[in-house]
């Protein structure tokens, strides 16, 4: 055996571009870098508005696509350089659960199909017995029990049912890491508490990290362990959840807070300036929150800013705005 | 027939049947409730509730195998939407009654200009014809009310992002000026930031408009924001309706206490811990009694047997459940 990898996942200045029919580039993710320690696990939510880049991410780290530059490191390994032996187990220790509980089904199969195929796939089973116990696990571990759900077709079940199951067939795999791209965001408030509680339960007894991709602030707060914010592509603020979450410094991030609709709470006041509108003006190279910022100076149109680090933070906290810049700052 | 003292919607025992293989199923179950003038109303629950069937029943866009089998809803006082014939259904809709719909993103006809569409809608429920001129103007004070800027006048709806589509479809819906307008989940594809500015314009167009709204949507803590008084739906059923404030922060129904307490807040972390029960009311096989009595904590025997009614549990905070069989104050 080699030395235990140092992380997990390390995800290395990767950007990817898109170019439109007509010439245009479009960046989806920009210069961007995560990473989650080996142990313990985590839950790392990467969290954005539409066409921040969030899905790109879970492309990008499911191998669906490649990035245009950077590089993606699963234990020490760049996930492009994989031979065909390491892709497969890859393929084994990096699972995904998806948005859509209705889309991922191929309705004429019964629910029982989703688990032979991965057992047989992944050849997890010697036997029928074996493999009977291996779903029995999975599914006791989301709640649901075997006798009521495998001989159902998948319009049978409720979304919340489904989702579970997407659950149960990933930790059947035993996976390091699964993706949950907006996996609760197409079942009803009810029901959500109960999907997420899975997520923490597996972190917790498992050891299973989770990138938990999502535009709600809400749920991220209340399940994952740190935070990365992105607009339009790049990392606008990153930390520990409770850092960024109850005490946000980017002047996107603290706008997002502040409309969120919250049950005890009121809007305060008007925003005026936030409109979508000038979004898509133009800010040649500067901050791409520009056009929106209530706090916006000279000096944000000269660069990109990197994330400065936010000093006051007991936890690594930083934020890509010029508001945070100190004269010593360089690059991470 | 106009009177002050009569509320701008007045809803009574409305039902609607789907037919189905498996029989008649109720979306919606003898729902009673009324809109003041001014006021906004919200109309909440999950998926399945029946929020929208009654927003639908509501102008009559019902569709097979759907149909309302029972009950009236009276605007203003006078016209009873659901006796009108088709002749008078032209004239109430858009000008009485006008509706925000639902995915308004996808619901303006992509190869017409947004002038044209909004042409069409004054054109068509107006009595007399417009000269161009006066469209115009028209066209763009409704612009200049929902917080367009007047470019988008020649636009394609694909040229316009999210956010104006959905006041594009708020400037249709008030065109005519009707006295109420149903919005069912006007901001539920946007996000947080462009739904707080799209919120934003809904409120201060009803402000000044005077209308009354009728808002349909599942996201309680967006209700918070913005409605005065809200209804809570269950199995097509309202099973609790007061103030916002009395309904959001003392909920009497265990229903409601179950969604609000699901409701995540940024100032507690972790999850609440609520039983995993996920059982979707079954419309097409009813218990007897209560409808919520399967996934309820505090069931007890007369709720197998005995639907509740809604009574009084707190000032104009009413709720449908055996917990309060002589109503509390």
Redesign the interface.
């Known amino acids: 055996m080699t030395d235990a990898p140092r992380t997990l996942l390390e995800i290395n200045g990767v950007t990817k571009l898109y170019r439109t029919p007509h010439g245009q580039e479009v960046v989806a993710l920009q210069d961007f870098n995560l990473m989650i320690p080996d142990k313990p696990a985590r839950i790392v939510a990467v969290a954005g508005?539409?066409g921040s880049g969030k899905s790109t991410l879970a492309s990008l780290v499911l191998g669906f696509i490649k990035p245009t530059s950077g590089e993606i490191i699963f234990r020490d390994r760049s996930v492009e350089r994989l031979t065909r032996g390491q892709r497969a187990i890859y393929r084994r220790h990096v699972q995904a659960v998806f948005q859509d509980p209705y889309g991922v089904f191929n309705p004429f199969y019964r629910i029982r199909h989703v688990f032979d195929l991965a057992i047989r796939n992944f050849k997890l089973a010697r036997s029928r017995s074996e493999a009977r116990n291996l779903v029995e696990e999975a599914l006791s571990v989301v709640?649901l029990r075997s006798e009521e759900i495998l001989d159902r077709y998948p319009y049978q079940l409720?979304?919340?049912?489904r989702q579970r199951v997407m659950m149960a067939r990933a930790y059947l795999l035993h996976p390091d890491l699964i993706v949950a791209d907006e996996p609760v965001s197409m079942i009803?408030?009810?029901?959500?508490?109960?999907i997420?509680?899975i997520m923490?339960r597996m972190r917790d007894t498992d050891g299973i990290s989770f990138i938990y991709i999502t535009?709600d602030?809400?749920?991220a707060?209340?399940?994952s362990d740190e935070i990365y914010l992105l607009y339009q592509g790049a990392t606008v603020e990153h930390g520990s959840?409770?850092d960024v979450?109850?005490n946000p410094t980017h002047p996107y991030a603290r706008?997002?807070?502040a409309?969120?609709?919250?049950?005890?709470?009121?809007?305060e006041g008007?925003?005026t300036g936030?409109?979508?509108?000038s979004?898509?003006a133009e800010t040649g190279s500067g901050c791409c929150f520009y056009p929106r910022c209530e706090q916006r100076m000279d000096r944000c149109l000269s660069a990109q800013p990197a994330l400065f680090s936010i000093l006051s933070a007991s936890e690594p906290h930083r934020s890509a705005c010029y508001l945070y810049e100190r004269e010593e700052d360089g690059e991470r | 027939m106009t009177d002050e003292s009569s509320p701008a919607l007045a809803v009574r025992d409305l039902a609607v049947e789907y037919a189905t293989d498996r029989g008649a199923l109720m979306a919606v179950n003898g729902v009673s409730f009324s809109v003041a003038k001014g006021e906004i109303l919200g109309l909440v629950g999950?998926?399945g509730c029946g929020k929208t069937t009654t927003a639908m029943a509501l102008l009559r866009l019902v569709q097979h195998p759907g149909r309302i089998v029972a009950g009236e809803a009276l605007i203003d006082g006078g016209q009873n939407i659901v006796a009108l014939d088709e002749k008078q259904l032209r004239s109430v809709r858009w000008r009485r009654i006008a509706l925000v719909p639902q995915g308004a993103l996808n619901s303006l006809n992509p190869v017409m200009r947004v002038k044209d569409q909004l042409g069409d809608v004054i054109q068509t429920h107006e009595d007399r014809r417009i000269g161009g001129r006066e469209l115009r103007e028209r066209i763009e004070h409704l612009f200049m009310l929902v917080g367009l800027?007047s470019r988008v006048y020649r636009l394609y709806p694909h040229e316009l992002?999210?956010?104006?589509k959905q006041r594009v479809c708020i400037a249709m819906a008030i065109a005519l000026d009707p006295p109420l307008v149903i919005a069912d989940e006007p901001t539920s594809a946007l996000?947080?930031?462009?739904?707080?500015?799209v919120?934003?314009t809904l409120l201060s167009v009803k402000q000044r408009l005077g209308m009354s709204l009728l808002l349909i949507g599942?996201?309680?803590?967006?209700m918070?924001?913005m409605a005065d008084r809200v209804a809570v739906m269950y199995a097509g059923e309202i099973v609790e309706i007061g103030p916002t404030s009395a309904v959001?922060?003392n909920p009497r129904h265990p229903y409601t206490q179950?969604?609000?307490a699901?409701?995540?807040?940024?100032?507690t972390?972790?999850?609440?811990r609520?039983g995993?029960d996920?059982?979707?009311p079954d419309l097409a096989s009813r218990p007897r009694g209560c409808a919520f009595q399967a996934r309820c904590s505090s069931v007890m025997d007369v709720c197998r047997s005995v639907a509740p009614e809604l009574r009084a549990v707190g000032e104009n905070q009413r709720a449908a459940c055996h917990l309060y069989p002589d109503g509390v104050a």
């Open positions: 508005e539409s709640g409720s979304g919340g049912q009803d408030a009810s029901l959500r508490a109960s997420l509680s923490e535009h602030l809400s749920t707060h209340q399940i959840t409770v979450l109850e706008a997002l807070i409309s969120i609709p919250e049950i005890d709470r009121r809007w008007e925003i936030l409109n979508e509108e979004q898509q | 999950e998926s800027p992002s999210g956010g104006m996000d947080v930031i462009v739904q707080r500015v919120a934003q599942h996201d309680m803590g967006l918070a924001q959001l922060g179950t969604l609000i699901s409701v995540p807040t940024m100032r972390r972790g999850l609440p609520m995993s996920e059982s979707a």
